[in-house]
């Protein structure tokens, strides 16, 4: 049954929040400057980084409902793999399917860094196939740049059906 009048939807940001914010003034007390800049670097070279979207709204006509993506930041590539589920068995069979891809083409990670979600097996089989492996912590998601390759990943997918 349609009403009417629908009840006035709670606001979101969706997305919006992406943009630089601007004309934001800090409320600390400015403090002494000492003009001193400290940096340190770290070598990204032969790293994937690796996670899975949420659960789509609509499963696939082939009975998808996740995505695993992995950047690899030799090639600046983003690769995406379907699932069925977030299952171990279905996990384990993508993970294959992209490491074995990306090792026709030549890239052998040294490093992968994963959501802090991941379950023992796939850990495992990490461990066997690129030796190391990082998991982003707990509730700060955006050390993980796989969290960056899916936002890009999803905008260039909307483009694409929109034509």
């Not at 696939?60 to 069925?84: C, F, K, Q, T």
Request: hydrophobic share 30%; net charge positive; charged share 25%.
């Amino acid at each position: 049954m349609v009403f009417k009048h629908l009840p006035k939807p709670e606001a979101t940001t969706k997305g919006h929040q992406h943009g630089a914010r601007q004309n934001v003034r800090s409320t600390r007390p400015k403090s002494k400057r000492d003009h001193k800049v400290y940096a340190f670097t770290q070598d990204t070279a032969h790293t994937i980084d690796s996670d899975l979207t949420g659960q789509f709204p609509v499963i696939s006509s082939r009975g998808h409902r996740y995505l695993l993506i992995v950047w690899d930041s030799d090639s600046n590539a983003i690769l995406a793999e379907p699932m069925r589920n977030r299952g171990t068995t279905e996990h384990l069979r993508v993970y294959e399917e992209i490491s074995d891809y990306l090792a026709t083409r030549g890239c052998k990670p040294d490093l992968q860094k994963l959501d802090n979600e991941a379950s023992k097996a796939p850990k495992s089989k990490i461990r066997e196939k690129v030796g190391a492996f990082q998991l982003a912590p707990p509730h700060n998601h955006r050390t993980n740049p796989a969290e960056r390759a899916i936002q890009t990943w999803k905008n260039h997918f909307i483009a694409m059906l929109a034509g």
